[in-house]
């Protein structure tokens, strides 16, 4: 089984922001979203959602997905391994895959689940736990790290992204 190359091509860029409420999260989704529309490519790109349990990357995800133009019930993906949204676009349909890692480890589970066709195709993916299988996984467009303040209440997120590709430069250039 060949490993996809992981390699930044590209310099990484890194921002910061600062998530103080859900209603932080929300809005920074929103953004993302509008970032996500103005690709070339509307919406193509990889973001793995790097955090402790209960973090907020299922949170963003759903906020993200909303943004989108998903309606109705949003599931966390945790159980069922991967939850597939099809996204009505000006522009065309939109395939979108919330995908949790976090109960796989074997990279056979990721040849029988069809990983390998769902990431070759055109789309958006979003992962959690991403880290669990890495060395299975085209390289991201952009890395989205959410740290839990523990000691401050309430619990603010301090999140870093860091683009790994000229897309995720791209997502990076219009979130400002």
Not at 38 to 50: D, G, R
Not at 66 to 91: C, F, H, M, N, W
Not at 151 to 168: H, N
Request: hydrophobic share 45%; aromatic share 6%; with cysteine.
């Amino acid at each position: 089984m060949s490993v996809p190359d992981r390699t930044v091509i590209h310099p990484a860029i890194v921002k910061t922001t600062v998530w103080r409420d859900e209603a932080d999260t929300r809005a920074f989704a929103v953004r993302l979203a509008g970032s996500l529309l103005a690709l070339p490519q509307p919406c193509n790109a990889l973001i793995e959602l790097h955090g402790d349990l209960g973090a907020g990357k299922t949170t963003l995800a759903r906020h993200l997905l909303q943004a989108l133009g998903v309606s109705g019930r949003i599931k966390s993906p945790t159980y069922a391994l991967l939850e597939p949204y099809r996204i009505d676009l000006p522009t065309g349909p939109l395939a979108a895959s919330h995908l949790d890692f976090y109960r796989l480890g074997d990279p056979q589970e990721w040849e029988d689940a069809g990983l390998r066709d769902l990431f070759a195709a055109p789309g958006l993916k979003l992962v959690e736990w991403p880290q669990r299988l890495a060395e299975l996984m085209p390289a991201p467009d952009l890395r989205v790290f959410i740290d839990v303040s523990a000691d401050v209440e309430p619990q603010i997120r301090q999140v870093r992204l860091q683009a790994a590709s000229p897309t995720g430069q791209a997502l990076l250039a219009a979130l400002t």
